[in-house]
């Protein structure tokens, strides 16, 4: 633990203008960042006795070895300036807000040529316009089932509309009215076009203009006696109808608005936005964070926003943003809100009316997301302290286990020897530092000697980043440290090292560590057959109760490194049974491989090809044609497959793998 004082600034140092900043723990990991119209002032409050800092403020002065700044020019700087910095650096003290799901959005793919209808998930794609989110996937399918039957937009995917296309016959929404069959020119693109851009604005909100027009249609139909085509026209006014009723009217004058309540308490947060476009609620999603900062409900606010639109822009950056409580830079946040825009957007609190009602509703989703939430996980927060508080016990550690690494052995009788190693920080998964590792020093099976190759690469990793950033050099120099920053792949020490087994494996991972010289991380080993937990040198395991939080979270961080490894595992495997004679050719790419499978139609046929004929292939030439010919000469053939049945030889006239 460090004593802020050892690296407070000096008062002259901190410049008093505007600015984001950057704490950093003594792995020279970003570990908050903030930004203040004053970085002087700001900084100051950081440096209080310890005693008058909020619980949460005082862990982070406290991990912490050292801060910088950088100085802006504007406030809307460095409102942008951290947003990218948390985004990079992944602070662990800073709040970050984290979809509880992955929401679903209605798309129009714009960006092609025959624009299709979908439902979409995760990163937004250029030229691609979204409506919603949605809550459930279905929702989206029954919306758009009941449109098609006005706007008969393509939505098969790729194949089928290429299949479609060469057998030269639509698809059965082709044949039913819910597609214009563009694949077999039954519109031209630009017509097509012009229905995707029509569909596109009825999900946007002009939904009267449609509406309107097709009531007159069905008029006119009607007085021309074409009672059909007045019909379809009725049952088309309908669907739209109640296409239009699944997302009901809250506000009267047609607004597009995005409106963010939130709930909290002591330890968590709750956000709800509700995305209303056309006076309709077209969307609605929520988030759940732990507030790892002394922040209140304007900070919470801020964080919300620039999570939401960090990475959009233009029209999906509403004209309204309605909030419960203004950012503390208003001005700032409200410029960065409408320069992402592109034109001006109003930040504020509603006071009467629809929205203060509609408001309300919002937040009242928010506290049932909270409560729901904190059902759901059963006081995790409580837990995953009792948790590592039990195991610091249990292993006699000075302190709690904050990062915990996991390392498992993986192999099939033997072969495509692995090892995976997963870490657990503050008793939840960090799956961006998950890694995977080769047996490269032996072959064979033996799982002792491979845990102890694995811990002894992984750690002389560690100590070469400690002598790259000057904390550790053995001859005596000290280099620049890294200043960047971001996570390094081995930089960072665990206070426990898990290994799935028992004596054998924990004994090879403890002399590992022993023959680097490493004395200050704890070592255990936990056996699957009755969940005993070993440490190195003693002769007895340390039994933990069945029902103990420590214990389980040993063992989800024991199933997890071997759930990690049997993927890798296999997926080696899988690659090596793909592998063709024709990979030894020096010199041979997947394109000429392709080449000479199709020229040939399997591998058996090219064996029995001469050196002549394999250099009719385009491309191949006579040196290669040799090498070719060789390669498969000494590749053993496979054996013939057999009808069990019948007894038959099956012949092998089939396509090879390249």
């Known amino acids: ?89 992944d602070p662990r003290f800073n709040v970050k807000y984290r979809d509880d799901k992955s929401y679903p959005y209605l798309a129009v793919t714009m960006n092609e040529e025959f624009p299709r209808v979908q439902v979409m998930r995760g990163h937004k794609k250029k030229g691609v316009r979204y409506f919603g989110p949605y809550a459930h996937a279905w929702a989206i399918r029954e919306t758009v089932d009941l449109m098609l039957r006005v706007f008969p937009v393509r939505t098969c995917s790729a194949g089928v509309f290429r299949n479609a296309a060469s057998a030269g016959r639509p698809c059965l929404l082709g044949y039913i009215g819910k597609c214009s069959a563009p694949c077999v020119g039954r519109v031209t693109p630009e017509e097509h076009r012009e229905l995707a851009e029509e569909f596109s604005d009825f999900m946007a909100g002009r939904t009267g203009t449609y509406i309107r027009r097709l009531e007159k249609q069905m008029m006119l139909a009607a007085e021309d006696m074409e009672y059909e085509r007045a019909g379809r026209l009725r049952d088309d006014i309908e669907a739209l109808r109640r296409a239009m009723e699944k997302s009901a009217v809250v506000l009267a004058d047609a607004t597009d608005a995005d409106l963010i309540a939130l709930a909290e308490d002591e330890l968590e947060a709750a956000v709800q936005i509700f995305h209303v476009r056309g006076g309709r609620v077209r969307g609605q999603r929520g988030w759940v964070t732990d507030k790892v900062e002394a922040v209140d409900t304007a900070g919470l606010v801020e964080h919300a926003i620039q999570q939401l639109y960090g990475e959009e822009s233009g029209d999906t950056v509403p004209k309204e943003v309605l909030v419960p409580a203004l950012p503390d830079d208003a001005e700032a946040v409200t410029a960065w809100l409408s320069g992402r825009r592109g034109s001006n957007v109003s930040l504020r609190i509603p006071q009467r009316g629809d929205k203060k009602d509609l408001m309300t509703t919002v937040a009242r989703n928010a506290q049932q997301a909270l409560v729901l939430h904190k059902t759901k996980r059963a006081s995790d927060l409580t837990t995953r302290s009792r948790a590592l508080e039990e195991i610091a016990e249990a292993l006699d550690l000075d302190s709690a286990p904050l990062r915990i690494e996991c390392f498992d052995i993986s192999h099939l009788q033997g072969e495509d020897v692995v090892a995976s190693m997963v870490v657990f920080e503050d008793g939840l998964p960090r799956k961006s530092e998950y890694r995977r590792f080769q047996i490269k020093s032996f072959e064979g099976q033996d799982d002792v000697r491979s845990m102890h190759e694995v811990i002894g690469r992984r750690f002389r990793r560690y100590l070469a980043e400690k002598e790259k950033t000057g904390e550790w050099d053995p001859e005596g120099v000290v280099e620049d440290p890294d200043e960047s920053g971001r996570p390094k792949r081995f930089a960072y020490p665990p206070q426990l090292v898990v290994v799935d087994g028992g004596q054998p494996q924990v004994a090879a991972a403890r002399r590992a560590l022993d023959e680097l010289g490493i004395d200050d991380i704890a070592v255990c080993g936990l056996a699957k057959r009755l969940e005993e937990v070993w440490l190195p040198g003693d002769d007895d395991p340390v039994v933990l109760p069945r029902s103990s939080e420590g214990l389980y979270l040993l063992q989800r961080v024991r199933d997890t490194a071997h759930d990690f490894a049997i993927r890798y595992q296999r997926s080696k495997r899988t690659k090596r049974i793909r592998t063709s004679p024709l990979d030894v050719v020096p010199g041979l790419g997947d394109t000429r491989k392709r080449a000479l499978i199709k020229h040939f139609g399997s591998v058996k046929r090219l064996r029995q090809a001469t050196i002549e004929q394999i250099c009719e292939v385009p491309g191949m030439g006579r040196k290669t044609a040799e090498a070719v010919a060789v390669a498969l000469a000494q590749a053993a053939p496979a054996a013939p497959a057999v009808n069990m049945a019948t007894g038959e030889i099956m012949e092998d006239d089939g396509g090879g793998t390249a």
């Open 1 to 89: 633990m460090a004593d802020p004082s050892s690296y407070r600034p000096k008062p002259g140092q901190i410049p008093d203008s505007p600015g984001v900043y950057k704490f950093r723990d003594e792995h020279r990991r970003v570990i908050y960042v903030g930004k203040a119209k004053s970085l002087r002032q700001r900084l100051a409050n950081y440096f209080q006795p310890i005693t008058s800092l909020h619980p949460r403020t005082a862990t982070m002065v406290t991990t912490a070895a050292s801060v910088e700044w950088t100085v802006v020019s504007t406030e809307v700087e460095a409102l942008q300036l951290e947003y990218s910095w948390i985004k990079e650096y």
